[in-house]
């Protein structure tokens, strides 16, 4: 059964750091296109930022250019989604995504995604 296990969240100050990893069982990475959601209490699931299965595009949304960075290693089945300079409003839940073929202006949809991880945890507070 494919399986996506998100981890690297927890409680950090305005301005702090924290990598959130993807990691996934019983399938490949490598041949995936993978998205990186969040949903704050009260608000709907919203797209972070996506890579492309062979890594050909990546996408942010407007709140995440310039602080967050998407990356992936297929060699250890992961992908990365690197957070700076965080701020109280990137407070939610992270979930990772998973779909074979995604053209970009499609990535940032939760429906267009076959496989979810459980989601972890980012709390940004002083």
């Known amino acids: 059964q494919p399986q996506l296990v998100e981890s690297g969240g927890g409680l950090v100050q305005p301005g702090g750091s924290l990598r959130l990893s993807c990691a996934a069982s019983g399938f490949s990475l490598a041949y995936y296109a993978i998205g990186w959601f969040r949903q704050a209490p009260g608000k709907e699931r919203e797209g972070v930022s996506c890579?492309?299965?062979?890594?050909?595009?990546?996408s942010y949304a407007e709140s995440a250019k310039g602080r967050f960075t998407i990356s992936r290693d297929n060699a250890k089945n992961t992908v990365y989604l690197q957070m700076n300079n965080l701020k109280p409003e990137d407070t939610a839940v992270y979930y990772c995504a998973a779909d074979p073929s995604i053209a970009q202006r499609m990535c940032g949809m939760t429906y267009v995604y076959s496989y979810w991880g459980q989601g972890t945890q980012v709390t940004v507070s002083s």
């Open positions: 890579i492309s299965n062979r890594g050909a595009y990546t």
